[in-house]
């Protein structure tokens, strides 16, 4: 069933503030309406069940972006779109499945470069630098932002947010190497980061919180720094509440600004503004593992988690619609494996020809037959 609101408790909080303001009263009011009552995603029907949404894609191309030298692909949560020449940014996790720490043993660049048209390698970087690479961003200016989600036996590597240029020369961390934690200077499985055009930074923090059980300080929160990385503010905690989260497991911009976030272990979408205001949550994308919107704000929301125990009978796969509600108008399929929810990606991206491309996580890699699957348009 999709949700609906007649007047947004947002829209009733702002008439009163203004109403109180036009009586000349010079009170500062604080507009921001407490969050809606939260939806219990058990009670939501996944639209795709009803067997009307359109495929929008003609071709799938599986084990698309071949790896040098012959590497097989292991598991990867990350692809992104370079904003100054339209090319694919993406990671893979040094030939290892799942959270396997593949990339703190071995000596091959996790980050690559691929030709949108031709899937060749045009560049590599990253060897040694991480234990297990996660989310992935390329800001305005064509830098490659990747956060590193679990840290190392020796304390020297992971729980970090790193800016690279182009060339993979390292610009910025966020976060101390191989120390988790949940105060400002400190990340704890940091699960995406993505930057607002002015530059600030903002970080999605806690990766075992979907867990039935999470581990011991086990966050949930979205901190923002500014530009040169000094931190500002955070919001959020453990929990399933609104302005909660359980696994915030990728972000996403509008074109108004608004801050998307996929949580994933609530089986929603929550949205802000960029100061952490509530803003609204969406139910009809279902457990979405990653979150692209493209300048038109069509959103891609990829689930590659839906099972019977975690959210009903859903299925996996890329349910598409607009960014300003929650109603899902477009579906690609997913691969068709030996569960009937099929199998899906962990991330996704779109490039200027609408065409799709997905990053095959633990889930998905074997049915993808590579890292990266390719989805062309009709």
């Given at each position: 069933m999709q949700t609906s609101k007649t007047l947004p408790l947002s829209s009733f909080f702002t008439l009163l503030a203004l109403s109180?303001?036009?009586?000349?009263?010079?009170?500062?009011?604080?507009?921001?309406?407490?969050?809606?009552?939260?939806v219990n995603s058990a009670d939501v029907t996944d639209p795709v069940a009803s067997g009307t949404l359109p495929n929008p894609i003609s071709e799938v191309v599986k084990g698309w972006g071949p790896l040098p030298d012959r590497r097989?692909?292991?598991?990867?949560?990350?692809?992104?779109?370079?904003?100054?020449d339209g090319h694919i940014w993406a990671y893979d996790r040094c030939g290892a499945?799942?959270?396997?720490?593949?990339?703190?043993?071995?000596?091959?660049?996790?980050?690559?470069?691929?030709?949108?048209?031709?899937?060749?390698?045009?560049?590599?970087?990253?060897s040694g630098l991480f234990v297990l690479p996660h989310g992935i961003h390329v800001d305005a200016e064509g830098d490659v932002w990747i956060t590193d989600s679990?840290?190392?036996q020796s304390g020297t590597k992971g729980h970090q947010a790193i800016k690279f240029s182009p060339q993979g020369e390292v610009l910025l961390t966020l976060g101390k190497a191989g120390v988790a934690g949940s105060g400002p200077s400190l990340l704890n499985e940091p699960?995406?980061?993505?930057?607002?055009?002015?530059?600030?930074?903002?970080?999605?923090?806690?990766?075992?919180?979907?867990?039935?059980?999470?581990?011991?300080?086990?966050?949930?929160?979205?901190i923002k720094y500014n530009k040169a990385g000094e931190y500002i503010t955070e919001w959020g905690q453990m929990g399933s509440g609104p302005g909660e989260f359980r696994t915030p497991h990728a972000l996403a911009f509008d074109s108004q600004g608004r801050l998307f976030v996929a949580d994933r272990g609530n089986n929603r979408?929550?949205?802000?503004?960029?100061?952490?205001?509530?803003?609204?949550?969406?139910?009809?994308?279902?457990?979405?593992?990653?979150?692209?919107?493209?300048g038109d704000d069509t959103l891609y929301a990829i689930d590659s988690e839906s099972r019977p125990a975690q959210h009903g009978d859903w299925?996996?796969?890329?349910?598409?619609?607009?960014?300003?509600?929650?109603?899902?108008?477009?579906?690609?399929?997913?691969?068709?494996?030996?569960?009937?929810?099929?199998?899906?990606?962990?991330?996704?991206?779109?490039?200027?020809?609408?065409?799709?491309?997905?990053?095959?996580?633990?889930?998905?890699?074997?049915?993808?037959?590579?890292?990266?699957?390719?989805?062309?348009?009709?």
């Amino acid at each position: 069933m999709q949700t609906s609101k007649t007047l947004p408790l947002s829209s009733f909080f702002t008439l009163l503030a203004l109403s109180v303001i036009g009586c000349g009263d010079d009170t500062q009011l604080e507009t921001k309406a407490d969050p809606v009552p939260n939806v219990n995603s058990a009670d939501v029907t996944d639209p795709v069940a009803s067997g009307t949404l359109p495929n929008p894609i003609s071709e799938v191309v599986k084990g698309w972006g071949p790896l040098p030298d012959r590497r097989s692909w292991g598991s990867t949560a990350g692809v992104d779109i370079d904003p100054k020449d339209g090319h694919i940014w993406a990671y893979d996790r040094c030939g290892a499945y799942a959270l396997d720490g593949g990339c703190e043993v071995s000596d091959v660049d996790p980050v690559l470069k691929f030709d949108r048209n031709t899937g060749e390698v045009l560049a590599t970087f990253g060897s040694g630098l991480f234990v297990l690479p996660h989310g992935i961003h390329v800001d305005a200016e064509g830098d490659v932002w990747i956060t590193d989600s679990m840290g190392n036996q020796s304390g020297t590597k992971g729980h970090q947010a790193i800016k690279f240029s182009p060339q993979g020369e390292v610009l910025l961390t966020l976060g101390k190497a191989g120390v988790a934690g949940s105060g400002p200077s400190l990340l704890n499985e940091p699960c995406d980061v993505i930057t607002a055009p002015n530059g600030d930074i903002f970080v999605s923090d806690g990766h075992s919180g979907q867990m039935a059980n999470p581990p011991a300080g086990t966050t949930g929160r979205i901190i923002k720094y500014n530009k040169a990385g000094e931190y500002i503010t955070e919001w959020g905690q453990m929990g399933s509440g609104p302005g909660e989260f359980r696994t915030p497991h990728a972000l996403a911009f509008d074109s108004q600004g608004r801050l998307f976030v996929a949580d994933r272990g609530n089986n929603r979408i929550q949205i802000y503004d960029q100061d952490g205001n509530y803003i609204d949550s969406y139910y009809q994308f279902g457990r979405i593992s990653g979150l692209f919107i493209d300048g038109d704000d069509t959103l891609y929301a990829i689930d590659s988690e839906s099972r019977p125990a975690q959210h009903g009978d859903w299925s996996t796969g890329i349910r598409i619609g607009h960014a300003s509600r929650d109603e899902v108008t477009a579906f690609v399929p997913p691969h068709e494996s030996d569960i009937p929810q099929g199998a899906a990606g962990e991330a996704v991206a779109v490039d200027a020809d609408r065409d799709i491309y997905a990053a095959e996580g633990p889930y998905s890699r074997e049915a993808a037959e590579g890292g990266l699957t390719k989805y062309i348009r009709r």
